[in-house]
Every structure is written in structure tokens, then in C-alpha cells.
């Protein structure tokens, strides 16, 4: 089934994002800082969200791999 169709693998895939453009932010900050206009500025938002939510991102990390075991 596709990520799309599941809901708690759509969710998982939106932290596993969030998660991702967090760490390259944190890595190469002037990459993502340049492209805040435009289609790219999907990946500087999601850094942004996952940089002020880190507490409850991590906590939903956790969470869904909880979950997904069961």
C-alpha cells in the first residue's frame, strides 16, 4: 500500500522529513538559507518546523516507532 493511502506511514514519512531537512540545515545551513523562495522553500520550512518542534518531533519519532512494532 502506498504512503499515501496509510495514514500512519503518511505520518511517518512527514517526520522522517522534518527529520531530514532539520539535520542537513544544521549541516550546510547556507544551502537552505539561500532558497526560502520557491518550490525549495518547502525544505526550509520543514528545517524551521523541526528546529522550534524539535521536543515534539522527537517525541512523535518515538511514538511512531512504537507504534509501527506493534
Not at 544544521?26 to 537552505?32: K, N, R, S, Y
Not at 538559507?33 to 515534539?56: C, M, N, Q
Request: some cysteine; overall charge positive.
Amino acid at each position: 500500500m502506498s504512503a499515501l493511502f496509510n495514514f500512519q506511514s503518511l505520518l511517518l514519512v512527514i517526520l522522517l522529513f522534518i527529520c531530514t531537512c532539520s539535520y542537513t540545515h544544521g549541516v550546510f545551513p547556507a544551502i537552505m538559507d539561500k532558497h526560502k523562495d520557491g518550490f525549495t522553500s518547502v525544505f526550509w520550512r520543514a528545517a524551521r518546523i523541526g528546529e522550534r518542534l524539535s521536543p515534539y518531533i522527537s517525541v512523535c519519532c518515538v511514538v511512531m516507532a512504537v507504534g509501527i512494532n506493534q
